[in-house]
């Protein structure tokens, strides 16, 4: 807004009255990344280790994340349930009971379905998959205490930054919740089991895509499946002439570091980013001289989990259509909005 001696006017800076400028916003988020984020990871940090902030970094993420895909609201009545999953994660990992506990938070989630609460109901599920395993109940109490409470932190930091209270998800009748809770929890529950019968140290890496890319269908970017599937294996690749020529370790470092910004760089570009990331990851904790096996390894462990994403949908998406035509889900008393057509959940790509 200009003023009458051509100046600019100070309610105008952001481009609408009242509201801050893109500088004052970044310092916004700056302070609240130092207070709500930094402070308290490094606390923990110091009183317990990479234990405890591990479990605040899981615990801000997910409250963060979960206010967005389901609410501030939502993420509330979820923080003691994601503390819990946090908990039981840590004291089964990684193990055939951990494979359990997964299958089961999966089913949980799918069923949520039913009430448009499956983005929410991910939330437990990501908790339980990236634990730090610990040797006693009440250790793995600690570490699922910390959790919830900083769901907590996360959702107060998503609502500073106006995330909404309730976000509906879709819903779905009876049988195809019930379909939906089978095929996910089934694809989450395989994928953690493949990872524990090959007696692998991380499996947590063949569940992980499962998770995060029904994240990305839920949000409308179903085309990641395909990107980061290619992301994968051209990071892994990469990491082959490194091995071959097997520098020295401050080197593999440095380089580790140098792809890490250029993914950051180029996230829009979300192969390009993945394939970076996993060839950054990889050479970062690949043990001296192991760079190639640890990419193999990686590599097969991430595609292996998008695979059985992919099956689980292409089963997924016939049976919720033929359930959602047989059954379908009746429109709630009082909507002005007109009737639509049966929910596909899964819509083909």
Known sequence: MTGANGGVDSAGVAGVPGEPSGSRRMIHILGAVLVVVVL???????LLGEFGSRAMVIGLLLGVLGSKLGGTRRMLYLAPAVGVAGGLGAITAYDWSWVVLLAVLGVIAGAGMRFGWLPSLLMPAFAATFPVATSSPGQAAVYGAIVGIATLYGVVLARRFQAPQVVEGNRVSVPAAVGVAVVFGIALGGAAAIGVALGWTEPYWVPEPVLLLLVYILLGKRERVRQKALGTAIGAIAVVPVAI????????YLIATVGLLLAVA?????WLYYALFTFS?????????QAGAEAAHRGFEILAGIAILVAGLAILHPLATWLAKRYPEPELAGRDEPAKSPAQPFPPS
């Open 281 to 289: 990851l990889v050479l970062a904790l690949a043990p001296p001289g």
């Open 266 to 270: 180029t996230y829009k570009t979300y």
């Open 40 to 46: 308290p990871v490094a606390v923990l940090y110091l």
């Open 245 to 252: 020529a097997a520098p020295p370790t401050w080197a593999v």
